[in-house]
Antibody, heavy 120, light 107 residues
Framework: QVRLVESGGGAVQPGKSLRLSCVAS????????MHWVRQAPGKGLEWVAV????????YYADSVKGRFTISRDNSKNTLYLQMNSLRVEDTAMYYC?????????????WGQGTLVTVSS | DIQMTQSPSTLSASVGDRVTITCRASQNINIWLAWYQQKPGKGPKLLIY???TLERGVPTRFSGSGSGTEFTLTISSLQPDDIATYYCQQYNSYSATFGQGTKVEIK
């Protein structure tokens, strides 16, 4: 069965960095596009970034462009989100989600999320 | 960027009621729309994709319709297990925007 497990969240001060990981299992990781989606406490879902199945294309929400970097290691079945220059408004639960397909599309599987708290 | 406007934000209905949630796109997205259900403390779960295709294992009381800019999610007979927040999402472009969510409560 498909499983996505996020890790790496925690409490950090504004301006600091954090790297999130998402380990995938139960499917051929290198065949699917992957996204990061976040959800601030009590708020709705916000798309963060997408990476194509082979890492050839990456796109970001304007709110994180230039600060966050999405990457993947298909040999390790792992998706990453490097978050630099963190802001208070980046506080959220971060989910990785699998795309049905090799690039972008709808999300057929989601992880349980990892919580990032940015506070001084 | 494509904006998604979902309504209502909160919905209170009785068990057995027919419930409808609306999602409007700021531009034509054809049928590239999905619906998700999210329960507290959990990641979202896919219900419907391509506007009207039911994901495997999802109860048939859920249905979706629409194309272009207007879409609806219908629960034909609300059940206690359907208490959750529902989101629409467009995937016409790589930036996957979501509606604001509709919280469904039991009256």
């Amino acid at each position: 069965q498909v499983r996505l497990v996020e890790s790496g969240g925690g409490a950090v001060q504004p301006g600091k960095s954090l790297r999130l990981s998402c380990v995938a299992s139960g499917f051929t990781f290198s065949s699917n596009g992957m996204h990061w989606v976040r959800q601030a406490p009590g708020k709705g879902l916000e798309w963060v970034a997408v990476i194509w199945y082979d890492g050839s294309n990456k796109y970001y929400a304007d709110s994180v462009k230039g600060r966050f970097t999405i990457s993947r290691d298909n040999s390790k079945n792992t998706l990453y989100l490097q978050m630099n220059s963190l802001r208070v408004e980046d506080t959220a639960m971060y989910y990785c989600a699998r795309v049905y397909g090799y690039s972008y599309g709808y999300f057929d599987y989601w992880g349980q999320g990892t919580l990032v708290t940015v506070s001084s | 960027d494509i904006q998604m406007t979902q309504s209502p934000s909160t919905l209170s209905a009785s068990v057995g009621d027919r419930v409808t949630i609306t999602c409007r796109a700021s531009q034509n997205i054809n049928i590239w729309l999905a619906w998700y259900q999210q329960k507290p403390g959990k990641g979202p779960k896919l219900l419907i994709y391509k506007a009207s295709t039911l994901e495997r294992g999802v109860p048939t009381r859920f249905s979706g319709s629409g194309s272009g800019t207007e879409f609806t999610l219908t629960i034909s007979s609300l059940q206690p297990d359907d208490i959750a927040t529902y989101y629409c999402q467009q995937y016409n472009s790589y930036s996957a925007t979501f509606g604001q969510g509709t919280k469904v409560e039991i009256k």
